[in-house]
Structure formats: C-alpha cells, structure tokens
C-alpha cells in the first residue's frame, strides 16, 4: 500500500512551475519533509535559511495531502503495485 501511495503523484494541484518542481522533489523523497530537508540543504548555500526554503515545500505538502483527488480508485494502485 505504502508503494502505492508513493506512485500517486497529484500534479493537478500544482498552479505554476516553480509548484509542480517542488512536487517532483517532495515525490522522490516519499513525501518525507526531512529527506526533503536534507536534498535542499545539499542545493542550498550554508548561508542561506533553510527555513525559508522549506516553508513552500511544508506548504506544498500540506496541499497535496489536504487535497482530494476525483478518481482515485486505491484498489487500482494496490494492482498496479
């Protein structure tokens, strides 16, 4: 199941492109906000607040995940899995 959820990628939510690139990150960190955290810091400049840039991927994330998705038929993913 857990695979499952990590395929779902809901892209219909992203409004511009700077959203649906932290999208495609927040997707191949499994949606985990601290392997996130630890891509962006190895990006990032050391001088740079981290907070600042984690705010719109924490935003992001609360997004998708308060976001229902029409059609989302979870048995399909559990087969496609």
Same mark, same amino acid.
């Given at each position: 199941?857990n695979?499952a959820?990590?395929?779902?990628? $809901?892209?219909?939510?992203?409004g ?12 191949e ?19 740079? $607040?981290?907070?600042?840039?984690m705010? $719109?991927y ?9 976001? $229902?998705?029409i059609?989302?038929?979870i048995?399909e ?5």
């Amino acid at each position: 199941m857990n695979q499952a959820l990590k395929e779902f990628a $809901p892209y219909k939510s992203c409004g511009n492109l700077k959203d649906y690139e932290r999208s495609l990150l927040l997707r191949e960190c499994g949606y985990d906000l601290v392997a996130v955290e630890a891509k962006v810091r190895e990006l990032i400049s050391k001088n740079t $607040p981290i907070r600042r840039v984690m705010l $719109p991927y924490i935003e992001l994330c609360r997004q998708l995940r308060n976001t $229902p998705e029409i059609g989302l038929d979870i048995r399909e993913l559990l087969k496609a899995a």
